[in-house]
């Protein structure tokens, strides 16, 4: 299963498998789960029928938007009955609950999350130029001579840095250059209409109050919720601004920061909220769009990917008393303070794990981090 949110490339991932495979329609087959066809006929008697007529690979899209509601249950049974014979791929919004599907899907399918594409990736996408992935270890241990490993050819990658923030963060700008803000913005909002709603199992939300909600962040990022005030502005509960925060998590459309001695659970509220990535800043909000936020929206959404990897304890992100962001991964602890070429350790302190993240090409010293590195990340 592929989770992501819209506009990040899970359709194009999947008719790219399509064509690798070179296999006649009757054998490999591609269905949209949002096409009105759906409407009338059931996913499991469109699977059979493939099935029996010789199907082996089968390519869903868009399974929140099925409109029986069943899609899991579905797919559950279409793998019961067909495993031996049939491979299915299927994608979803990152808003879906997987693991709160009534059918168990979560031990029969793997899950990726696809984020948007990174700084290397639009590198390459865009200027042919490939750099390594680096690890967290290779950024942190490294960066001084991956610095001018990198940069030996005359490379300068802050020439190319605030194109990506504005313009590279969705695949969009490949196929619409000239239309990209209005593109994201109409992405966006069928995230609110269509997306959202789909995923929550009563299939209702009030569309309007978590526009506004999304706006209210963007135009304060990062922002620091009031909820009371924010339950009463939108006149809704104040859980109810706690669960549409968390859907709007969910799908993508923001990062929300909690303070690294609280829970986050769903209804817990954030400390700090930023929009998920530096796109999303120019377009719904680009007069808040000043350097220092876009710096850190930047660094928050590139380190997050690393939140994405499945095990027992997950990586995480959390709110420090002191500095921009607290990376924890099992027993290491690592303080950053993200700022412009002369930010120093000066608010946050020299100590092992503790490093600035400056906005300079290249630095001096072994503490001191560009912050386009940590777009190599993946």
Known sequence: MLLGSRGVGKTTLLLQRLRQLALPGDEALYVDLGDIYFSEHRLIDVITTFVEGGGRYLFIDEVHRYGYNTWAQEIKQAYDLYRDRLRITFTGSSA???????ADLSRRALQY???GLSFREFLWLKHNRELPVLTLSDILQRHQVTVRELTQDKFSPLAFLKDYWQTGYYPIFLSEPEGYSGRLNTVVQLVL?????HSMESGRAD??????????????APFKPNISKLASRLEIGRNTVLRYLDLLQRADLINSLHQAAKGVAA???PDKIYLNNTNLLYTLAPQEANVGTVRETFFFNQLNYLTYR?????????LPTQGDFLFIDREER???EVGGPNKTLAQIGKAPNHFAVVDSEV???SDRIPLWLFGLLY
């Open 334 to 336: 690592y303080l950053f």
């Open 96 to 102: 879906i609950q997987i693991l709160k599907q009534k």
């Open 113 to 115: 999350r696809i984020p």
């Open 310 to 318: 499945t095990s027992l304890l997950p990586p995480e992100i959390r």
């Open 363 to 365: 630095s001096g010293a």
């Open 193 to 197: 209409e269509s997306d959202i709603p």
């Open 207 to 220: 569309y309007q109050a978590i526009g506004r909600l999304l706006y209210a962040v963007a135009s304060s």
């Open 267 to 269: 209804l817990a509220k």
